[in-house]
C-alpha cells in the first residue's frame, strides 16, 4: 500500500458510528476491523467472526481497538450489521478502492472496469429485497470499486446510472455484457471521460441489426477491417478466437453515442475428452478508437471482462459461501458482502492469486491480516 492511500483501518474509523453512546461497549471501528480480519482468514458468517474473535487473547483485540477483553457476540454483529447505513460503507469502501487503483496505474495506459450483477441466491430464497448487487471490478486488480444493491436483476439498467456516478471514469474503459448495453449509459461514460466496450444482443435489435450488416459488408468497405485472434487450452477445452474490428460507422452519433468501432467475436471451442465442438458469435461496439483499440487490444479487454466472474463472484461463492447464506435482516446480506469484496481486494493488491490459499495463510498467522488492514502489533 501507497504512503498516499489511507489504510483500510483508517477508512472503517471513518464511518460515523449511529449507535448511541449510551450502553455501547463495543467500537464500531472496531467491530468492522474485526470482521475484515476474519473474513481474511476464511471465516464466512457474522456468527464464525465472533468465534474468530475470542480466539487470540487480549493483546489481538486491543490492536483491533476494543478496550475490553472480550470481543462481540453473533447477536451483536447481526444487530449492528443489520442496522449500518450500507450505502456509506459502500461509498467509503468505494472511495479507498479507487484510490488504490489511481495510485497503482502510473505504469498503465489505461484501466479497465468490468460491470456485472450478482444475485444472493440464499438470501433472495429468504425474501431479502437487495439480493442482487451490481459491482464494479478493476481488470488489472481484481479489486471491487463499487457495489450498488437493486431490488432484482430487471432493474440493473437504472442502478447502473446510480454506480457510474459513484466511479472515477475518466481515462477509463468500461467494460460489460449486453443487458447493460444502453444508450443513456454510454452517454454517461462518455461524459465522464471514459470510453466503453459493449457486447450487443437482441435486447437492442436495432443496433445489431446495423452492426451486424455493416461487418458482413466489410469487403465492399474503403477502410480495411482488422483481425486478431488467440488460442488457449484450459479446463478441459481447447478455445479460439478470432475478432474482425471497423471503424465504418465511426463517429455516426445518431447510431449510438461515442461510437468509434464495430467488432465481431467468434469463439469455436472444442471439449478436449468428448472432442464436441460449438462456435458462438457475439457482437460489439466501442467508444475506443483505431489508435487506442486495435484488434488485439479488443480481444484482451473483451476476454478480460470475464475476470469479474472468475476473480470476484466465484470466489465469494467457492470461498466464502456466499450464495449458501440465507441473512435477510436489514442490511447485513449486503454489509457481508462489502467486506468480503474488501477482504477479496486486499488479498489481490497483497498479490495472492489464490484466495482460499491466501486465507489459509492469514488464519494461521492472524497478525498478518491485521498488518493488510494497517494495524501493527503493540509493543508497551
Keep these: 500500500m501507497t504512503s498516499k492511500t489511507l489504510a483500510l483501518v483508517d477508512v472503517l474509523a471513518d464511518i460515523p458510528d449511529f449507535r448511541q453512546s449510551k450502553g455501547k461497549r463495543y467500537s464500531l471501528t472496531a467491530i468492522l476491523s474485526l470482521s475484515v480480519a476474519a473474513i481474511l482468514c476464511g471465516y464466512k458468517s457474522y456468527s464464525a467472526i465472533a468465534e474468530w474473535g475470542r480466539f487470540y487473547g487480549q493483546s489481538f483485540l486491543q490492536a483491533l481497538g476494543f478496550s475490553c477483553d472480550k470481543s462481540p457476540c453473533a447477536a451483536t454483529l447481526h444487530n449492528i450489521f443489520s442496522?449500518?447505513?450500507?450505502?456509506?460503507?459502500?461509498?467509503?469502501?468505494?472511495?479507498?478502492?479507487?484510490s488504490l487503483l489511481e495510485e497503482s496505474a502510473q505504469d498503465f495506459h489505461s484501466d479497465e472496469i468490468?460491470?456485472?450483477?450478482?444475485?444472493l441466491r440464499g438470501s433472495k430464497k429468504q425474501g431479502c429485497l437487495d439480493a442482487h448487487l451490481l459491482s464494479a471490478l478493476s481488470h488489472r486488480l481484481g479489486?471491487?470499486?463499487?457495489?450498488?444493491?437493486?431490488?432484482?436483476?430487471?432493474?440493473?439498467?437504472?442502478?447502473?446510472?446510480?454506480?457510474?456516478?459513484?466511479?472515477?471514469?475518466?481515462g477509463k474503459i468500461i467494460t460489460m455484457d449486453a443487458l447493460l448495453t444502453q444508450r443513456k449509459v454510454a452517454q454517461q461514460i462518455i461524459e465522464g471521460g471514459g470510453n466503453y466496450v459493449m457486447m450487443v444482443k437482441g435486447n437492442q435489435p436495432q443496433l445489431l441489426s446495423i452492426v451486424e450488416g455493416a461487418l458482413q459488408g466489410v469487403a465492399f468497405h474503403c477502410q480495411q477491417a482488422r483481425r486478431a485472434s488467440s488460442v488457449d487450452s484450459h479446463h478441459g477445452r481447447i478455445e479460439e478466437r478470432e475478432i474482425v474490428v471497423s471503424s465504418v460507422l465511426s463517429g455516426q452519433q445518431e447510431i449510438w453515442p461515442g461510437l468509434q468501432q464495430i467488432f465481431q467475436i467468434k469463439r469455436h471451442r472444442i471439449e478436449k475428452k468428448s472432442g464436441k465442438e460449438s462456435v458462438e458469435e457475439v457482437y460489439g461496439v466501442t467508444s475506443l478508437s483505431g489508435e487506442r483499440g486495435s484488434a488485439e487490444e479488443?480481444?484482451?479487454?473483451?476476454?478480460?471482462?470475464?475476470?469479474?466472474?472468475?476473480?470476484?463472484?466465484?470466489?465469494?461463492?467457492?470461498?466464502y459461501g456466499e450464495d449458501e447464506s440465507q441473512v435477510r435482516v436489514g442490511n447485513v446480506a449486503q454489509a457481508m458482502s462489502a467486506l468480503r469484496n474488501t477482504a477479496i481486494g486486499l488479498m489481490r493488491v497483497a498479490g495472492e492469486s489464490n484466495i482460499a490459499r491466501a486465507c489459509r495463510k492469514y488464519a494461521a498467522q492472524p497478525w498478518q491480516a491485521l498488518a493488510l488492514l494497517g494495524i501493527q502489533p503493540r509493543t508497551e
Excluded: C
Excluded at 442496522?83 to 479507487?98: R, T
Excluded at 450498488?148 to 475518466?170: M, P, R, S, Y
Excluded at 479488443?298 to 470461498?319: A, K, M, P, T, Y
Design 83 to 98: 442496522q449500518l447505513d450500507k450505502d456509506l460503507l459502500e461509498s467509503k469502501l468505494a472511495q479507498w478502492a479507487q
Design 298 to 319: 479488443l480481444l484482451r479487454i473483451v476476454r478480460g471482462h470475464w475476470q469479474i466472474e472468475n476473480r470476484s463472484h466465484w470466489v465469494r461463492d467457492v470461498v
Design 143 to 170: 479489486l471491487t470499486l463499487f457495489q450498488q444493491a437493486v431490488e432484482d436483476k430487471t432493474n440493473e439498467i437504472g442502478a447502473i446510472e446510480e454506480l457510474l456516478k459513484g466511479l472515477f471514469l475518466q
Design 114 to 119: 468490468a460491470v456485472d450483477g450478482k444475485t
